[in-house]
């Protein structure tokens, strides 16, 4: 029963910080209810003003992780129907070696793209930094990666003409908007239906 509940955990990462949140509070509860039955009222706030912050921000994590799964999945669905039709070969949430999975594996005439598909409307230095990880660890540094960040503004004019998809290292590239954005890009990266 361990070992089913951490396989069903690991792959649903929201999961254990629900649980994570749900304890952290209870714990907050009883510490403070224990605290003022010894009319310790400064001990209850110091021992339960951070269980009660820990709690909230495992919760705001878990939202966060569910909801990028389930964006995950409706793009990687839409983004499938339109490549597909086209003549791509698509899988997703293939099993990584290294462990995890990869998003998306499209194949087609030129070679093979991973896609990673990441819920953010925006790309920070941090998230730059950890995604240029992320991507030479899922590359290996001969693969295209596309990092497809479906909910994001797309370029538009003549930055979109010459810099879209823009280019993060290697041989890594940032994709934003709908799935035929999606598909543009690994056109213009070599990957053709095929």
């Known amino acids: 029963p361990v070992l089913l509940q951490e396989k069903i ?17 209870v ?10 039955e010894f009319d310790q009222f400064d001990l209850a706030l110091v021992l339960g003003f951070p269980l009660i912050l820990a709690g909230i921000w495992f ?17 990687s669905h839409q983004a499938s129907e339109v490549l ?6 698509v899988r997703t949430n293939v099993p990584a070696s ?10 087609g005439s030129g070679g093979v793209a991973i896609v990673e598909i ?5 790309l920070n230095y941090g998230r730059k930094r ?14 295209l990666v596309l990092v497809w960040l479906p909910n994001a503004r797309a ?24 799935a035929q954005r999606l598909r543009r890009a690994l056109r213009r990266c070599g990957i053709y239906p095929g």
């Open 59 to 75: 919760y705001k994590r878990a939202r966060r992780r569910s909801y990028g799964k389930v964006l995950e999945r409706s793009a």
């Open 27 to 36: 714990m907050a509860a009883g510490t403070v209810w224990a605290a003022m």
């Open 9 to 25: 955990m690991g792959n649903r990462p929201w999961l254990r910080d629900y649980r994570n949140s749900f304890a952290s509070l």
């Open 130 to 143: 950890h995604l240029v990880q992320q991507t030479r660890r899922q590359g290996k540094g001969k693969n």
């Open 118 to 122: 990441k819920s953010w409307q925006e």
């Open 155 to 178: 370029p538009e004019g003549l930055f979109a003409f010459f810099c879209d998809p823009s280019r993060l290292c290697d041989k890594t590239y940032l994709v934003k908007g709908s």
């Open 98 to 107: 290294g462990g995890g999975d990869l998003d998306m594996v499209i194949t």
């Open 84 to 89: 597909t039709a086209e003549g791509y070969q």
